[in-house]
């Protein structure tokens, strides 16, 4: 199993304690702020990465549920790290 499977399973994991909410739109908010909280930078980077080039979620071991999926495209850019000035 590579990376990237390792994080779709965590981020499944996470997917279906959230999608348990009995509003949707709670349970895509709830995913992404878990991610965002508790995920760090590279590992948001890698799974943004992922689905910029999987748009289907989808690798060759393992899937995004579509629950998960959703979520990441929703909050794509507040997901993304924010850049840090070297000045």
């Not at 990237?4 to 994991?13: E, K, W």
């Not at 996470?14 to 909280?37: L, Q, S, V, Y």
Request: aromatic share 6%; net charge neutral; glycine share 4%.
């Amino acid at each position: 199993m590579n990376n990237i499977d390792h994080l779709i399973r965590l981020a499944n994991r996470i997917g279906a304690f959230f999608e348990a909410m009995p509003r949707h739109d709670e349970a895509i908010e709830g995913i992404a702020n878990h991610i965002h909280k508790f995920w760090e930078p590279r590992m948001r980077i890698a799974m943004l990465a992922f689905i910029k080039a999987r748009p289907d979620g989808q690798s060759e071991e393992a899937g995004l549920d579509a629950i998960v999926l959703e979520s990441l495209l929703k909050n794509r850019e507040r997901l993304t790290p924010k850049q840090t000035s070297t000045h």
